[in-house]
């Protein structure tokens, strides 16, 4: 399962696995991102908020992650990984190549600072 909140006026998305995720937790999330999206032109930030990567309930799953990344990483600015899970925190190196957006790691108890991060106004934000 994937816990979402939008963060509005600032354009936040943040995501909580808590359990392995499901084809639908993807329709789930483009039903509430995609219309602030069309409104905006894109999200300030995506805070990925994780113990530990839950894994995939499925192919299916796995597919529809793909591709969400595939129709929504280009709008999106920041992306702030928030977790203390070894694996998790290298995600940010890997991503940095292959999706088109400012990546950084922070362990749980800077939560609050990667908040403020996705807050802060940069001229590709503006």
Same mark, same amino acid.
């Given at each position: 399962?994937?816990?979402?909140?939008?963060?509005?006026?600032?354009?936040?998305?943040?995501?909580?696995?808590?359990?392995?995720?499901?084809?639908?937790?993807?329709?789930?999330?483009?039903?509430?991102?995609?219309?602030? @999206?069309?409104? #905006?032109?894109k999200l /300030?930030?995506?805070?990925?908020? !994780?113990? !530990?990567?839950?894994? =995939?309930?499925?192919?299916?799953?796995?597919?529809?992650?793909m591709q969400?990344?595939? /129709?929504? #990483?280009? +709008? @999106?600015?920041?992306?702030?990984?928030?977790?203390? *899970?070894?694996?998790?925190?290298?995600?940010? +190196?890997i991503a940095?190549?292959?999706?088109?957006?400012?990546? +950084?790691?922070? *362990?749980? *108890?800077?939560?609050?600072?990667?908040?403020? =991060?996705? +807050?802060?106004?940069?001229? !590709? *934000?503006?």
């Open positions: 399962m994937l816990k979402h909140q939008l963060l509005l006026p600032e354009g936040i998305l943040i995501l909580e696995p808590d359990a392995p995720l499901e084809a639908t937790d993807f329709d789930a999330l483009a039903c509430e991102i995609d219309p602030y @999206i069309v409104e #905006h032109g /300030s930030g995506l805070m990925i908020h !994780a113990k !530990a990567f839950p894994g =995939w309930a499925n192919v299916d799953a796995f597919l529809a992650h969400f990344v595939k /129709s929504h #990483h280009q +709008k @999106i600015v920041r992306l702030a990984m928030v977790t203390d *899970s070894k694996l998790l925190g290298e995600l940010p +190196k940095g190549h292959l999706v088109h957006v400012q990546v +950084k790691h922070f *362990s749980e *108890s800077q939560h609050e600072d990667a908040l403020r =991060w996705l +807050k802060e106004r940069t001229p !590709a *934000s503006t």
